[in-house]
């Protein structure tokens, strides 16, 4: 079955960097597009970006661009999320998530049950 | 700056029917939108339950249903159940390049 676990998630300093991982496994990654999305305690979901397939295509949210960088590896099965200039309002549980998009379908399908990041001094 | 916008919290009783609905600031919401529908339970990551307005997954229950509605995205419950009980949040997609989540439902069931 499709699994996604995410991993590297922790406490860092604001202004620090942290790399999230997210390993796939059940299906065929190099197929899928890639997302993240986060949540702030006790708030809402938000949207960070995601990737395509092939990595040729990559998409921010405003919040996020310039600091955030997506990347994946097909060989490996996993999504990465490259994370600097970190902030008091990153924190969040981030979330890796599979993203379906074909003709008249969009998707996220399946959902990693989350990794705890946490900025502060 | 784009705002989806969802009704904050409902209360409904089990067995009843409640509609959640989703609307942008940019206007009228249409299938453009790929309107996503997702159930997050305390402690719990979210899982998809309606993507591309009405579309279901296998694992979604037959009570759940998505559908266009005066200009807004909406979810109905048909016979509720105690075990919907949960945050219901709404995904717009703005041309697959911005994706906005409403700020979610909190919805009872009493």
């Known amino acids: 079955q499709v699994q996604l676990v995410e991993s590297g998630g922790g406490l860092v300093k604001p202004g620090g960097s942290l790399r999230l991982s997210c390993a796939a496994s059940g299906f065929t990654f190099s197929d899928f597009y890639m997302s993240w999305i986060r949540q702030a305690p006790g708030k809402g979901l938000e949207w960070i970006s995601y990737i395509s397939s092939t990595s040729s295509i990559i998409y921010y949210a405003d919040s996020v661009k310039g600091r955030f960088t997506i990347s994946r590896d097909n060989a490996r099965n996993s999504v990465f999320l490259q994370m600097n200039s970190l902030r008091a309002e990153d924190t969040a549980v981030y979330y890796c998530?599979?993203?379906?998009?074909?003709?008249?379908?969009?998707?996220?399908?399946?959902w990693g049950p989350g990794s705890l990041v946490t900025v502060s001094s | 700056q784009t705002v989806v916008t969802q009704e904050p919290s409902l209360t409904v009783s089990p067995g009843g029917t409640v509609t959640l609905t989703c609307a942008s600031s940019t206007g009228a919401v249409t299938s453009d939108y790929y309107p996503n529908w997702f159930q997050q339970k305390p402690g719990q990551a979210p899982r998809s339950l309606i993507y591309s307005t009405n579309n279901k997954h296998s694992w979604t229950p037959a009570r759940f249903s998505g559908s266009l509605l005066g200009g807004k995205a909406a979810l109905t419950l048909s016979g509720v159940q105690p075990e919907d009980e949960a945050e219901y949040y709404c995904?717009?997609?703005?041309?697959?390049?911005?994706?906005?989540f409403g700020g979610g439902t909190k919805l009872t069931v009493l």
């Open positions: 995904l717009l997609s703005y041309s697959g390049t911005q994706l906005v």
């Open positions: 998530t599979r993203r379906v998009l074909r003709f008249l379908v969009q998707d996220f399908d399946y």
